[in-house]
């Protein structure tokens, strides 16, 4: 049976990424006996620059009527400056909204190879592996209302934090399951001191867990879950979090592995999953061949296993990379003694691996 995967390459070096990417799928599509036929389709300010919106209803019927999509990157210098309503960030949050993707899955794993690329000390990285989970639909993100208006003479800007009862039980959900696929341990980040809607949140998240006995359950403040991360980020096994404290938490998470060029990304729960690489357009290198496709082609081993129930794709592809990158770095996770590759050279090399194992 053919399997229609859309390819959103968007701004910047998503472009350059997605086609490396593009290459391992084919690969893989071969190795496996699938046919998959690839769409591609404009987002974000690339897609505003031929059509007005960076969410154009052809791109969004594209990925509606997929079986899954691989996106780049959006945003760049050029439409930093576009009304809030058009910015190519806007085609993000409509996409995950449209498509229902309330469960976003962040792994930050550290590879052996690149615990001297994180700003940590080897001791405190040497072994993490967390995973993220982030709810990506609700929130402050979504909540209204939401503007800003003159208020007694001033400008008063706001938005709101709001949960529904269903929204967290249905994230609980993934964190709990997820949970029990890894180590067994699940934290669950909140500001339950201060603001209600997380309040709520913790008290489902505690009913949910009667539905999990089996996995331990934690409960942080975020304030200090940034701290910890930072302090003994090994702490961690799964992590499940709202929209805004996931957003950031993500990011600290990613640092903790010292190269955000390598960390891959799926954003499930509708009936299409979407896939990207956490980092973003980098503008200052792009349309020059020397971005790290890793996390991109990871995303490709995530889009197998969770769309196309392939999981031993996604083993082989990340066993694949670890061995690529004993030899060849791109320039972000340059180290000596190491090959200096450029892009296109990377995704070659991770093909090359695949065929030896
Ligand atoms: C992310 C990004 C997005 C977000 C932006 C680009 C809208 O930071 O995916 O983490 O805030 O969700
Ligand atoms: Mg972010």
């Known amino acids: 049976m053919s399997k229609n995967i859309v390819i959103t390459p968007g701004d910047g070096i998503g472009k350059e990424v997605t086609a490396q990417a593009r290459k391992v ?37 594209a990925c509606k009527a997929a079986d899954a999509i691989l996106l780049g990157a959006v945003g760049g210098p050029q439409w930093e400056t576009l009304d809030y309503s058009v910015r190519p960030e806007r085609a993000l949050l409509g996409l995950r909204g449209e498509l229902q993707l309330y469960a976003n899955l962040r792994p930050a794993q550290i590879y052996g190879e690149l615990v001297g690329a994180s700003t940590l000390k080897p001791e405190v990285v040497d072994g993490a592996d967390i995973m993220v989970i982030r709810e990506l639909t609700g929130g402050i993100y979504f909540g209204q209302p ?139 290198i792009a349309g ?33 990379v670890e061995n690529t990158i004993k030899i060849y770095r791109t320039a972000d996770i340059m180290a000596e003694g190491k090959t200096s590759v450029d892009c296109q050279w990377m995704g070659e090399e991770v093909i090359k691996s695949l065929e030896q194992i």
């Open 25 to 61: 799928m084919e690969y893989m599509a071969k190795r496996f006996k699938l046919v998959l036929e690839f769409t591609e389709v404009p987002i974000g300010g690339t897609a505003y620059d031929l059509t007005g919106t960076p969410l154009p209803d052809e791109t969004l019927q």
């Open 146 to 284: 939401k503007g800003v208006e003159i208020r007694n003479g001033e400008r008063v800007g706001f938005n709101t934090l709001v949960y529904s009862e269903s929204e967290i039980r249905r994230i609980a959900k993934v964190g709990f399951e997820t949970a029990q696929k890894r180590s067994g341990r699940l934290t669950s980040v909140d500001k339950a001191n201060v603001l209600e809607a997380t309040e709520l949140w913790r008290n489902v998240v505690q009913d949910v867990h009667n539905d999990y006995p089996d996995v331990e359950l934690n409960h942080m403040y975020v304030d200090n879950a940034a701290m910890q991360l930072i302090r003994a980020p090994k702490q961690f096994d799964t992590i499940v979090t709202t929209n805004m404290f996931g957003d950031i938490l993500s990011d600290a998470a990613a640092m903790i592995t010292g190269s955000i060029g390598m960390l891959p990304s799926a954003s499930l729960g509708g009936k299409v999953g979407l896939y990207e690489p956490v980092h973003g357009s980098a503008p200052d």
């Open 288 to 320: 020059q061949n020397l971005a790290n496709p890793l996390a991109t082609i990871l995303s490709v081993g995530m889009l197998f296993r969770y769309s196309l129930d392939l999981r031993e794709a996604d083993e082989l592809i990340q066993k694949a």
